[in-house]
């Protein structure tokens, strides 16, 4: 196991964008898999103790991902995705938005661009995360910065697992 890998996480207030770039110990086809296949998606994206359910995915320009993360009481906390731009092993975009369980979205979401890319078997994934609304970011802020660099750590376990496979 690589302990010298980046992780780094900013947020660009006065942009309502957030910029994270983490590298990882495994090829990149299978970094990709991690954030484009939904069985392998739920398996890291929560937060312990809660727990992601996707209830369907179709990874293609124009579809969309719509899922849950679970609290241990059993609250549900829906969000849509839905893919706008998509280029194979190194890029996808999508539009996200918290969503009731009904699909309807909120008003306000962020727009998700992922690039991937590989060196001498480390992969790095740089996200940009821009959000429509500023007060939309300040809402979720604290959370979601908790919450992404310990889905991130969620990450970097499950692909060790699967590498050694």
């Known amino acids: 196991m690589n302990?010298?890998?980046?992780?780094?996480?900013?947020?660009?207030?006065?942009?309502?964008?957030?910029?994270?770039?983490?590298?990882f110990d495994a090829e990149q086809s299978l970094v990709w898999d991690a954030f484009t296949k939904a069985e392998l998606i739920d398996q890291w994206i929560?937060?312990?103790?809660?727990?992601?359910?996707?209830?369907?995915?179709?990874?293609?320009?124009?579809?969309?991902?719509?899922?849950?993360?679970?609290?241990?009481?059993?609250?549900?906390?829906?969000?849509?995705?839905?893919?706008?731009?998509?280029?194979?092993?190194?890029?996808?975009?999508?539009?996200?938005a918290f969503a009731d369980k009904d699909e309807n979205p909120e008003p306000f979401g962020s727009e998700w661009d992922h690039t991937f890319s590989e060196e001498k078997g480390i992969t790095k994934v740089s996200i940009v995360i821009y959000n429509e609304s500023m007060e939309r970011l300040e809402k979720i802020l604290d959370g979601f910065t908790i919450g992404m660099k310990m889905s991130l750590t969620n990450l970097e376990n499950l692909l060790q697992k699967l590498s050694t496979k």
């Not at 302990?3 to 309502?16: G, Q």
């Open 3 to 23: 302990n010298n890998l980046l992780f780094d996480f900013t947020v660009n207030k006065p942009a309502k964008t957030v910029y994270i770039t983490r590298e």
């Open 46 to 96: 929560a937060p312990a103790p809660m727990v992601a359910k996707t209830k369907y995915q179709d990874f293609k320009v124009g579809g969309k991902r719509f899922y849950a993360m679970i609290s241990p009481d059993g609250q549900e906390r829906w969000a849509l995705q839905q893919y706008t731009s998509i280029t194979p092993t190194t890029n996808f975009k999508m539009f996200n």
